[in-house]
């Protein structure tokens, strides 16, 4: 499914929500089934900075497609970081590149972002990007 | 108890308090962080502004003369209010940092390598990591006191610390995460009996009860005006005289200048060698507005209905199961920090946000204090004499909400 999709997806998703709080317990629940970093993995070269809680994010690439996995210990985080990946894992680094990072606002959740959470928010979309681009060049 | 009486009036005149955030009432509890604003203070600022602007100090109109007037007129409210000896041993900075930023850098003339200084691990960042800097080009060793358990300084360790070599000691009266309150009066005594100076970290103690720089015979005392319902960007720096008068000054420009030639610069007395360029006045002249503000309520009104709130809230957190109060210190301020089970702080804080409820997360810039407790953060309350019952009340429900939903 291409990126732009699965984001549209995404949004419609949090749409059938009115209040913050629904938002939030789904976004607690997707966070559940985010892939997760293997232990090897969860290291500090991996955290992701300007985030209050922590956030561990690593990729691979495989076939030509990149795999995302995290994991953190704030669950709310975890939800954010599983929106991203659910977005932006198995596509080509091309794809990621190319993408538009702006569903996260159409959700409704940066509004209830504190400056933290979003300057974390703009790093984690930030080490995605950067892993898309040091795998095209190595592709 | 005369504040609850007139709680509402005095919430009337925090216009900040009506405010809806995220469509709930405000609910503030960072007061550590910063206070909220009385219209006095608001006004003063707007008042500056409209009718007095002007550059204090060097005009001879008439504006300048009132400007310099009400400037110097709110040093004189903290030379009272500290119990200072003279108005020359209070200077105004742009906060607590900056002051203590100063005179760090001013002992950069009186360390020599090998030479210690202590700090505590109840520190808040501002007053480690300038020191730190001393220690680098100082070659300088930094000593720190140890906590315990309870949020409390070690001070049989502090004992064991203190030497010869001991050139000045710097610690809070108040912690910042914890809201202990620490026997600074000992550690003076002792610093001073083998010849280190003492400088207090004040920016949490201010707030919440009256100090007497002369009672403490403390060399340093700093603390922030916008913590006593005050503006953001002002800090006071008292100093003894004496120590002032050592200190070379911190920066250079307009102002703190007696005499300017390009052979050589002579410096301005005490207090102007600190207050180079042109200050925040409108921002002084506030200060001074807020700390009026707050003594007519009293200091003693505000202590004793501040350690009400904090009874009060510490007993209802402590009926949630899984609650743990980080800082049991039977002498401390009306800040709570505390966590929920394993549930992250950071979720905690997120979800009552959005109930309108304002409480600080995180490490509170004493990443120490986490690190001894093996924590990555509290959530921090911390109260002021216009937050109310019904608030604190308010938070349970919430906290309950949130911990249902995070669990």
Redesign the interface.
């Known amino acids: 499914m291409k990126i732009k999709d699965i984001q549209n997806q995404i949004v419609e998703e949090f749409d059938i929500f009115d209040s913050?709080?629904d938002k939030?317990?789904y976004l607690?629940e997707l966070g559940k089934s985010v892939p997760i970093i293997s232990p090897s993995n969860k290291k500090d070269d991996n955290i992701i900075k300007g985030c209050?809680?922590?956030v561990w994010l690593h990729a691979d690439i495989d076939n030509g497609f990149v795999k995302f996995y995290a994991d953190s210990?704030?669950?709310?985080?975890k939800g954010i970081i599983s929106l991203l990946i659910r977005a932006f894992s198995n596509q080509k680094p091309k794809d990621i590149i190319e993408a538009k990072m702006d569903f996260i606002d159409k959700i409704g959740l940066r509004q209830?972002?504190?400056p933290?959470?979003a300057n974390g928010l703009n790093n984690m979309i930030k080490k995605i990007k950067f892993y898309a681009i040091a795998f095209s060049k190595t592709n | 108890m005369q504040v609850l009486k007139n709680i509402e009036s005095i919430r009337n005149d925090f216009p900040i308090l009506n405010t809806k955030v995220?469509g709930n009432q405000l609910i503030y509890f960072d007061n550590a962080a910063t206070s909220q604003t009385p219209n006095c203070v608001i006004d003063s600022i707007s008042d500056y502004y409209k009718n007095l602007n002007s550059n204090i100090h060097r005009g001879v109109h008439k504006l300048s003369q009132l400007a310099t007037e009400k400037y110097e007129d709110s040093r004189r409210k903290f030379k009272e209010h500290l119990n200072a000896n003279c108005t020359s041993e209070i200077i105004f900075t742009s906060g607590t940092t900056h002051s203590i930023n100063l005179v760090s850098n001013g002992f950069i003339e009186f360390l020599n390598e090998g030479d210690e200084i202590i700090v505590s691990q109840l520190e808040h960042h501002s007053n480690i990591v300038p020191w730190q800097m001393l220690c680098e080009k100082t070659g300088a060793v930094m000593k720190v006191i140890p906590m315990n358990e309870q949020g409390e300084l070690k001070v049989s360790e502090f004992l064991k610390l203190l030497n010869n070599k001991t050139k000045i000691v710097f610690i809070n009266h108040v912690s910042n995460a914890l809201g202990t309150i620490n026997p600074i009066e000992t550690i003076i005594e002792k610093s001073h009996a083998i010849g280190a100076a003492v400088l207090i970290d004040g920016a949490q103690a201010a707030p919440h009860f009256e100090i007497d720089v002369k009672k403490l015979n403390v060399d340093f005392y700093v603390f922030s005006a916008h913590k006593l319902c005050g503006p953001t960007g002002v800090g006071i720096l008292y100093g003894k005289k004496e120590w002032l008068e050592k200190l070379p000054p911190y920066q250079g420009g307009g102002e703190m200048i007696d005499e300017v030639s390009f052979e050589k610069t002579t410096y301005a007395e005490l207090p102007n060698k600190f207050e180079a360029g042109t200050p925040n006045i409108a921002g002084v002249i506030a200060s001074g507005i807020g700390l009026d503000y707050i003594n007519n309520i009293g200091l003693k009104n505000i202590k004793e209905y501040e350690d009400y709130l904090l009874d009060y809230a510490t007993s209802k957190l402590k009926e949630i199961e899984g609650v743990k109060v980080y800082g049991e210190s039977k002498n401390k301020t009306s800040v709570i920090s505390f966590n929920i089970g394993e549930?992250?702080p950071?979720?905690i804080?997120?979800?009552i946000?959005?109930l309108g409820i304002a409480v600080r997360?995180?490490h509170h810039c004493a990443q120490p204090i986490m690190d001894y407790f093996n924590i990555?953060?509290t959530i921090r309350i911390s109260f002021c004499f216009y937050n109310t019952i019904e608030e604190i009340d308010f938070l349970i429900n919430a906290l309950k909400k949130a911990i249902k939903?995070?669990s």
Do not use: C, F
């Open positions: 913050w709080m939030y317990e607690i209050q809680s922590k210990d704030a669950v709310i985080t209830h972002l504190s933290n959470r | 995220n549930i992250h950071y979720d804080g997120s979800v946000d959005n997360t995180g990555p953060g939903m995070l």
